[in-house]
């Protein structure tokens, strides 16, 4: 299964928004896919877009974002802090379709 993932770098004493939208998911108002966030910078993947083999060697490091993105409910989370920090979200493409997302990272 295709997941897609926006590696993102804040640094010290900076906020930044980052908001995963879903304009088009498969199951319409039902559909959804989870969130998964791993502390660290990772681009082990093409086009941002990896597969599960891809993400083997840092498995144990990724956590749930207790999150589902559908169709009318983004992810939206705050990141930063006092120190440089590197993160990486990941977000399953679901099964029975395409699906579409517009991500954005904005300073707040």
């Given at each position: 299964?295709?997941?897609?993932?926006?590696?993102?770098?804040?640094?010290?004493?900076?906020?930044?928004?980052?908001?995963?939208?879903?304009?088009?998911?498969?199951?319409?108002?039902?559909?959804?896919?989870?969130?998964?966030?791993?502390?660290?910078?990772?681009?082990?993947?093409?086009?941002?877009?990896?597969?599960?083999?891809?993400?083997?060697?840092?498995?144990?490091?990724?956590?749930?974002?207790?999150?589902?993105?559908?169709?009318?409910?983004?992810?939206?989370?705050?990141?930063?802090?006092?120190?440089?920090?590197?993160?990486?979200?990941?977000?399953?493409?679901?099964?029975?379709?395409?699906?579409?997302?517009?991500?954005?990272l904005k300073?707040?």
């Open positions: 299964m295709p997941t897609n993932y926006v590696p993102f770098t804040v640094v010290a004493n900076e906020n930044w928004q980052l908001t995963i939208n879903s304009t088009k998911m498969p199951g319409g108002a039902n559909g959804w896919t989870d969130v998964y966030i791993y502390k660290g910078l990772w681009d082990g993947g093409a086009n941002n877009t990896c597969t599960a083999g891809d993400l083997y060697p840092i498995i144990n490091e990724i956590q749930s974002a207790d999150f589902e993105i559908k169709a009318n409910q983004p992810y939206i989370e705050t990141f930063g802090g006092s120190t440089q920090q590197s993160y990486t979200v990941f977000f399953l493409v679901p099964p029975g379709g395409p699906a579409t997302f517009h991500v954005t300073q707040v």
